[in-house]
C-alpha cells in the first residue's frame, strides 16, 4: 500500500470514530486469537470513547515499555491517540508523551481527545515515521503499535528511534511479522483477514534491521499468530548506555579517518597489539565483522573518542559463535569510563548475534585493559609466553575469554 494510500486509509476510519462509529469491534477472546482493536487494553476507563474506538493496533506497548514516572516517550504512528494518553499517564505530570502521525484527521482527533481527558503533558506532532521532527537524544521511550510494519523504508525508521533516544533509551513496539519467507499467496491471504500484513518483516529481517540501526538486547516474542506464517509480536531493544555527553553507536565509514588515529595512536603506546602501524580502512573493514563495530562519540562536537569491534577467529562452521575483540579509547579521554561503555555494548551487540565465546589476547603490561575485561566477566585462559617479538623484543601475551551465559 503507497504512503498517500495508508493516510487516506486511516484519516477516512479517523472520521468515522470521531462520528461515533466503530473501527474495530472485537472483544479480549477476539484480540488473542488476532483481531486488532482496544481489547488488548485492560485500562481504558478514564480515556475519551473516541480514543478507544479509534484504537486500530495488535498490541498493547505501553504495558511493556516499562514507562517510569519523568520520562518522556514518543509514540511513532499515534493514531486517536490511546497510547499516548495512557503513556502520558504513566509519565506523569513530570514527564512528558510525544505523538506522531501523518494523518491531519487523526492529530486532530487525538488532540480532542486529550482534550477531552484532561491530560496536558501530551504533544501531537504531525509528521512521518521515516523522519521524526525531534532533536536527537530527546526521549526515553519510542513505541509504536501496529505501524512500523506499514513503512516502506523500516530501516529508516529503526534509524531514526535510535537517533532521538537517549542513551540507555528503549524501544518497546507491539507489530506485525512473519515467521520467515512467506509466499505471495498466503501473504495475500492475511492481508484479506486483518489488512496490514503486505510490508511485514520476517523476525531475522527485524532482528537484523535492529542491529544495524546499533540497538541492542533485541527481543522479539510472538503473541497472537493470525495464521499464514503472520504473527502480532512485541518488540524489545535498547539504545547502548553512555556516559554523560556521549553516544554509542555502529562505526561508519564516515568515521574512518578518526578511528584509525585513535588506532595509530594505541598502536604506539607499545602496549596494545604486537602491530606498529594502523592499517587502511579498506583493510581494517575488511578483517572485521559488519555488525559488531562501535564507536563512542561526543555529543558536543561529534568527535569519535573510541571504538570497539570483532574479528571471525576462523572460517570453519564450527567456529561460527567466536570471534575476537579489540578496544581502543582516545589518549585524552581514558579512564573515563568509555572503554566499559563500548565494550559492555559490543557484548550486547554479540549476544543478539549468537556469538558464544568473545577473546582476545592482552600484554600482561596492560593492566588497565586486563582490569577492564575482568570487571566485564572475562576469565584468563592462560599465557602465551615469548609468542613474538615486539620493537625488539620477545613479549608474552595473556588470553582472555567470555563464554555467553545464554548460547
Not at 491517540?81 to 502521525?101: E, H, M, Q, T
Not at 480532542?112 to 532533536?135: H, K
Request: aromatic residues 6%.
Amino acid at each position: 500500500m503507497a504512503h498517500d494510500e495508508i493516510i487516506d486509509r486511516y484519516s477516512r476510519l479517523a472520521r468515522a470514530a470521531a462520528a461515533g462509529r466503530v473501527v474495530a469491534d472485537c472483544g479480549p477472546d477476539d484480540f488473542e486469537q488476532g483481531c486488532f482493536g482496544a481489547a488488548g487494553y485492560d485500562d481504558t476507563g478514564t480515556l475519551p470513547e473516541a480514543a478507544v474506538r479509534a484504537s486500530l493496533g495488535c498490541g498493547n506497548p505501553v504495558a511493556v515499555a516499562g514507562l517510569r514516572a519523568g520520562e518522556t516517550v514518543l509514540d511513532l504512528g499515534s493514531g486517536g491517540g490511546i497510547d499516548v494518553l495512557l503513556s502520558a499517564r504513566r509519565v506523569g505530570p513530570a514527564g512528558k508523551a510525544y505523538g506522531l502521525d501523518a494523518s491531519p484527521d487523526m492529530l486532530a482527533l487525538a488532540r480532542r481527545n486529550a482534550e477531552q481527558a484532561g491530560v496536558a503533558n501530551v504533544e501531537f506532532l504531525q509528521g512521518v515515521i521515516e523522519y521524526v521532527p525531534l532533536p536527537g537524544r530527546s526521549v526515553d521511550v519510542v513505541i509504536s503499535n501496529c505501524v512500523i510494519n506499514l513503512s516502506g523504508d523500516k530501516a529508516a525508521v529503526l534509524a531514526e528511534a535510535f537517533r532521538v533516544l537517549r542513551p540507555g533509551g528503549r524501544f518497546g513496539v507491539s507489530d506485525v511479522v512473519t515467521d520467515g519467507e512467506v509466499d505471495p499467496e498466503r501473504r495475500e491471504a492475511a492481508e484479506r483477514r486483518i489488512g496490514c500484513v503486505a510490508g511485514a518483516l520476517s523476525v531475522a529481517d527485524y532482528r537484523g534491521l535492529l542491529a544495524a540501526a546499533g540497538f541492542v538486547g533485541v527481543e522479539i516474542t510472538l503473541t497472537a499468530d493470525h495464521g499464514d506464517g503472520v504473527h502480532s509480536a512485541i518488540v524489545h531493544a535498547a539504545k547502548p548506555a553512555a556516559g554523560p555527553g556521549l553516544e554509542i553507536r555502529p562505526m561508519r565509514d564516515a568515521d574512518a579517518s578518526q578511528v584509525l588515529a585513535i588506532y595509530q595512536a594505541g598502536l604506539d603506546t607499545g602496549q596494545a597489539s604486537f602491530e606498529t602501524t594502523a592499517p587502511s580502512w579498506e583493510g581494517f573493514t575488511a578483517a572485521r565483522l559488519p555488525q559488531l563495530r562501535y564507536v563512542a562519540v561526543d555529543t558536543a562536537t561529534g568527535q569519535v573518542v573510541g571504538w570497539v569491534a570483532g574479528s571471525a577467529v576462523s572460517a570453519r562452521p564450527v567456529y561460527a559463535g567466536v570471534v575476537e575483540h579489540s578496544v581502543y579509547v582516545h589518549p585524552g579521554c581514558q579512564a573515563h569510563g568509555i572503554g566499559k561503555a563500548l565494550l559492555t555494548a559490543f557484548l550486547a551487540g554479540c549476544e543478539d548475534a549468537g556469538v558464544w565465546t568473545v577473546q582476545s589476547g592482552i600484554f600482561p603490561e596492560n593492566a588497565a585493559s586486563l582490569a577492564l575485561h575482568r570487571a566485564l566477566g572475562f576469565r584468563i585462559v592462560g599465557t602465551r609466553e615469548r609468542i613474538g617479538r615486539h620493537h625488539g623484543r620477545w613479549r608474552d601475551v595473556i588470553l582472555v575469554e567470555r563464554r555467553s551465559p545464554s548460547h
